[in-house]
């Protein structure tokens, strides 16, 4: 019979399937970010950074030399030059917008005057003519042509030297590292006493805990900002350590809440009975036992006040010595809106730091999670 101990599943492949297509869909974009991250401006534009590793074909064109450029051969009047630029390969070409590859390297296409324009694989092209040109400005030559792959670090070296990106990394690390480690040092206090001490009004806050995981942080930010102000702290990196700690507490007194119900009573409670206080079950029992479900909790913590750019812009501010790595990213957009490159290149240095805190404690993040789901108190 399906469903039976020590039988798999009939919904296991369903399971493994759709896990591997969250992680297919949560690669993808990275990957992506990454490579466009490598090239240039002209590359990202003409194609997909799919293509890159294949080449991209572009269409363009350039004009041709004017009559200063003419010189006289065998009774022709020439004017020569190449089409293209780099190590680019022609792949067709032509004289008209609407048919920008009527004809192909090496042939010749007859123009109005007797005018004859030959273009070579290379790009390099001939136009003659029986009588002088009169031309000041060069006829159009349209190509469609193939770049090789191609990749750059010089978004990389242009990013790191750009002004105030490295302010902007440590405002982040100041920012997120306080905010990280306060609140798990609040909640492991809060979430020992809901789980283990007797007081009374002790189902009344663990329901006001799961009760405040819904309310929108947008609802709150006015009225905070209104009381750091009141209270003198104002914007600066007090105050932001301190939004981010009442946003992140409901989540991690909840989480740990439930982690800590699940530890061994029998422990706790022989701890109890040879004479240790609830402090030194706490620091010498509680928390190197609770130590995945902190991990997996400054996981979340981490990655989300390393990414927030709305919190920092309310309670710290936008002055250049102020500014994250998100609020510096919402800069170029703005002042650097079509170069692509240099965005993809600094979204990636971004979000370096949080891929790699991520992948240290990913062993730590399913067990915390998962801890208490089952069993509560």
Do not use: C
């Amino acid at each position: 019979m399906e469903g039976m101990a020590g039988q798999k599943s009939s919904l296991a492949w369903a399971v493994n399937i759709a896990a591997f297509l969250l992680v297919v869909l949560w690669t993808i974009p990275t990957l992506g970010l990454f490579v466009s991250s490598f090239r240039d401006r002209d590359q990202i534009t003409a194609s997909g950074w799919w293509q890159s590793f294949t080449g991209s074909e572009q269409t363009g064109f350039v004009r041709s030399g004017t009559a200063d450029d003419q010189v006289q051969q065998e009774g022709l009047y020439v004017i020569e030059g190449n089409a293209l630029e780099g190590s680019q390969t022609l792949r067709a070409w032509g004289i008209r917008a609407r048919e920008p590859a009527a004809f192909q390297p090496g042939e010749t296409a007859e123009m109005d005057g007797g005018i004859q324009l030959t273009v070579e694989e290379d790009g390099t092209y001939r136009m003659t003519s029986p009588t002088p040109f009169e031309m000041t400005r060069g006829e159009r030559i349209f190509t469609t042509t193939v770049s090789p792959p191609s990749f750059t670090t010089e978004n990389y070296n242009r990013v790191i030297g750009a002004t105030g990106l490295g302010r902007a990394f440590m405002n982040t690390f100041t920012v997120t590292i306080p905010a990280t480690v306060i609140p798990i040092l609040i909640a492991a206090f809060a979430a020992y006493a809901l789980a283990w001490m007797q007081f009374p009004g002790r189902a009344l806050l663990t329901a006001a805990v799961v009760g405040l995981l819904v309310v929108p942080l947008q609802v709150a930010l006015i009225p905070l900002l209104r009381l750091h102000n009141e209270l003198g702290i104002g914007k600066g990196y007090l105050g932001i350590w301190l939004a981010h700690t009442g946003f992140g507490l409901p989540l991690a007194v909840y989480l740990l809440r439930n982690y800590m119900v699940g530890l061994p009573r029998e422990i706790i409670e022989s701890a109890r009975v040879d004479g240790a206080t609830e402090f030194q079950i706490f620091r010498r029992i509680i928390l190197p036992l609770s130590f995945p479900a902190l991990a997996s909790f400054a996981i979340f913590q981490f990655l989300w006040v390393w990414n927030d750019l709305l919190v920092a812009t309310v309670f710290l501010g936008n002055t250049r010595e102020q500014l994250v790595m998100t609020g510096l990213l919402r800069e170029l957009m703005g002042s650097r809106g079509g170069e692509w490159e240099i965005l993809a290149t600094s979204a990636f240095i971004s979000i370096a730091v949080p891929l790699v805190v991520f992948f240290a404690m990913q062993k730590y993040l399913v067990r915390g999670l998962l801890a208490g789901s089952v069993k509560g108190g």
